[in-house]
């Protein structure tokens, strides 16, 4: 019988940190909290706040000698600060050999390739010809991305012809100094998908069923748990390469992987995040277990819990900042109009666009469960629509 790890160390302050914090209590567990700043959204919860820059080797190193296992609510720490902490003996979870496939799309890519897992037609681009030769063979539009930095959609650009070839050049100046563009091909799909598995360090591992998601503008808006209209076989198979890409990356906690479904039924792969994901919010309610408790079973090494659903379906919408500036001024009206529907508010400053919470409603119709989901959020941001 191992004994598992007591003392978690998470890097960054954001929601997901507030929301494993939540899940550490009832396990008993120690979290400790690397925050870039006093106030940010999970230093106003956790008691063991520290604060300090993560991409400072003598910062991350001096918060990790107090902690049993490293985790982390982002995926930017730098990959040799990572090495070092592991050299030093300290458990990082997912390690950085795992995690680098997370913040540098071009490694992803050319690993999926090699597992044979779909992915877009991709290529590494070094300059704008390379970029119109790969556009004029594969067609136009085509997508060009930053390797590393982007997130929500920045560092993500749709070139609609050869005119466009310096777009993402010009944006790469903006990003990572180490970045490289990524061209793709445009999968002009129907929906996105996303699948979540959590894995412990001998193997052990489990998944999610899969949900739908929607992006508008580069953000994860709302999720439907299980995506309504996938086959039995579909399902099947996404998970089991979901489970396998885990497997063969070493993964430790949670592996999100966001899919694309195309209007001929082809499903490919967008990219991997390891750590909670927005798309698994839902099964805070809607899951015996939920990713953010599965998240520290794993990285403590203790038996993982069963992701079975609470209800035939979960709707989770994202609130995002809108013109309410006080949240609370719309609570006692979604709670009073929808009793079984649950609110989490990250503590979040609310600036327009920016989550600062969500809303999770469990039911039997997907479209009913969708509309109430819905009203909430859109009442919490003043955004009614009367
Ligand atoms: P980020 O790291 O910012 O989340 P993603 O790689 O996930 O960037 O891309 C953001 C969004 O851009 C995706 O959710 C998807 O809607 C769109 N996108 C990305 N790649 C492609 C592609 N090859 N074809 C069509 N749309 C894409």
Redo the contacts with the bound molecule.
């Keep these: 019988m191992r004994t598992p790890a007591a003392t978690i160390g998470v890097i960054g302050g954001g929601q997901l940190a507030r929301m494993m914090h939540a899940a550490s209590i009832g396990l008993g567990l120690r979290l400790r909290l690397l925050a870039e700043g006093p106030d940010v959204s999970a230093a106003q919860v956790v008691r063991e706040v520290e604060v300090g820059d993560y991409t400072d080797p003598a910062v991350v190193a001096a918060f990790a000698a107090g902690c049993e296992v490293v985790t982390f609510d982002h995926e930017h720490v730098p990959t040799p600060i990572l090495h070092d902490l592991e050299a030093a003996g300290v458990a990082v979870r997912p390690g950085p050999d795992a995690l680098v496939h997370a913040q540098d ?1 071009a490694v992803m890519r050319a690993r999926l390739a090699a597992l044979g897992v779909p992915c ?1 037609a991709n290529a590494v681009v070094a300059d704008e010809a390379a970029l119109v030769a790969f556009g004029d063979a594969r067609g136009w539009p085509c ?1 060009a ?1 930053t390797s590393r930095g ?7 650009w ?1 070139l609609d012809g050869p005119q466009d070839a310096h777009v993402p050049f010009d944006g790469l100046a903006g990003l990572r100094a180490n970045a490289v563009v990524i061209a ?6 129907t929906r ?1 998908l996303s699948v979540l598995v959590a894995r412990r360090p001998g193997g052990q591992a489990v998944a999610y069923p899969v949900s739908e998601t929607v ?1 508008t503008g ?1 953000v994860c808006t709302a999720t439907t748990t299980p995506a309504p209209g996938l086959r039995p076989d579909q399902v099947r198979d996404l998970t089991a390469m979901a489970m396998r890409i885990a497997d063969e990356l070493g993964v430790v906690g949670i592996l999100a992987v ?1 899919l ?1 479904e195309a209007s001929d039924g082809r499903v490919v792969v ?2 991997l995040a390891m750590r909670p994901h927005n798309t698994g919010h839902w099964s805070i309610d809607g899951a015996v277990t939920s990713q953010f408790e599965n998240h520290l079973r794993a990285v403590a090494d203790l038996p993982l819990g069963s992701t079975a659903v609470l209800a035939p379906v979960s709707v989770m919408v994202n609130v995002l900042g809108g013109s309410r500036t006080d949240l609370l001024g719309g609570l006692a009206d979604v709670m009073a109009a929808d009793p079984a529907l649950k609110v989490q508010l990250y503590g979040k400053d609310v600036v327009p666009g920016r989550k600062v919470g969500h809303v999770t409603a469990l039911g039997d119709d997907v479209d009913e469960t969708r509309a109430r989901a819905w009203r909430a959020a859109r009442h919490l941001i003043g955004d009614d629509d009367e």
Excluded: L
């Excluded at 982007?150 to 993500?156: F, L």
């Excluded at 793709?184 to 799909?189: I, L, P």
């Design positions: 799309k877009p997508i991305k982007g997130y929500d959609g920045k560092g993500v749709k793709e091909e445009f999968v002009d799909f996105e992006q580069g966001e694309m967008n990219e």
